[in-house]
């Protein structure tokens, strides 16, 4: 039997215009679409294996505001189990650290974990630290950017393929694993399954809930802020090369002038 945890973030679609809240530089939620981050529904793909695979249970944990319940109902329209949503006023801009202090408390509620699965990243914050700050606070070993999983009793093995090579990574459960882009296919929802969702339990928890002070989250405790954000450019009009013959050098002296070679 395998106890999973999964962690899943609601953010802007990527397809969607995302801009950030002018009062105070947060992400600004109404103005995009929101969907379960792609990356995460890997993560919940990768769950269900191993639950298929053996016995099992799928816990889904997200921190996030009242519509994150959308991506929490997908997750289990995909096939787990159950839900913790952490939801509170409190929680709003809150940092990396803060956000991974909640999602701890949330996950230590899941009696008998053996397993965290995450994104190694998510899609708007892209701080890519959320996974190893809960291994830390959770003091358990962390098998970060996978690309291949097995679960062996209770031990477990990864592979992370890089442009340098294969790492092999083993560690006995409990273990926090952040899984990469190209981990596997999510599927998609059955109409079964939608409906099945429906009635499985989300328990809704504020900070208190979890027994962490509100003084130690949320955007006036963040250790970081942004100060100041302006949109990208637009892209302007390429250079375009004449080839008289001499194309080569054209391009090189073009490429020499923006130190790029
Ligand atoms: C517009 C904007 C403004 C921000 N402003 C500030 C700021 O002023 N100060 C500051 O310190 N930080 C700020 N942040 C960072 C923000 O608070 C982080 O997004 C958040 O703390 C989590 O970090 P991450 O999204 O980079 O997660 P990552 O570490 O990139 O996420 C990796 C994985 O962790 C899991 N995970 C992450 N977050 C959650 C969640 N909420 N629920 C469930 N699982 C989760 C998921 O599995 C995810 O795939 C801002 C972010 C945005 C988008």
Not at 2 to 15: A, R, S
Not at 36 to 46: G, P, R, S, W, Y
Not at 209 to 234: H, Q, T, Y
């Amino acid at each position: 039997m395998t106890n999973i945890v999964v962690l899943v973030k609601q953010v802007p679609d990527t397809y969607s215009e995302r801009k950030l809240s002018g009062a105070d530089n947060t992400l600004d939620r109404e103005s995009a679409d929101a969907v379960l981050d792609e990356i995460n529904e890997k993560a919940v793909e990768e769950a269900l294996k191993i639950k298929e695979a053996g016995e099992g249970e799928v816990t889904v944990v997200s921190v996030g505001p009242d519509r994150a319940t959308d991506a929490i109902r997908k997750a289990l329209s995909m096939g787990a189990d159950k839900a913790i949503h952490v939801s509170d006023e409190a929680l709003h801009g809150s940092d990396a650290i803060a956000t991974a202090k909640v999602l701890a408390a949330a996950i230590s509620k899941v009696e008998g974990f053996d397993l965290v699965i995450t994104g190694n990243e998510a899609s708007d914050g892209r701080g890519g630290a959320v996974p190893a700050i809960i291994a830390e606070l959770l003091g358990l070993p962390q098998l970060t950017h996978v690309n291949e999983l097995t679960v062996d009793g209770t031990s477990i093995k990864a592979d992370r393929y890089t442009e340098d090579g294969v790492t092999h990574l083993e560690a006995n459960l409990p273990a926090v694993v952040s899984v990469g882009e190209k981990i596997n296919e999510p599927r998609y929802p059955s109409f079964k399954g939608i409906m099945a969702a429906k009635k499985k339990p989300v328990e809704t928890l504020t900070v208190a809930d979890l027994g962490v002070d509100a003084g130690e989250v949320g955007l006036g405790n963040a250790w970081s802020s942004v100060l100041e954000a302006s949109p990208k450019p637009p892209r302007t009009a390429g250079e375009r090369v004449e080839d008289e013959g001499d194309g080569g050098s054209k391009v090189a002296a073009y490429l020499v002038a923006q130190k790029l070679i």
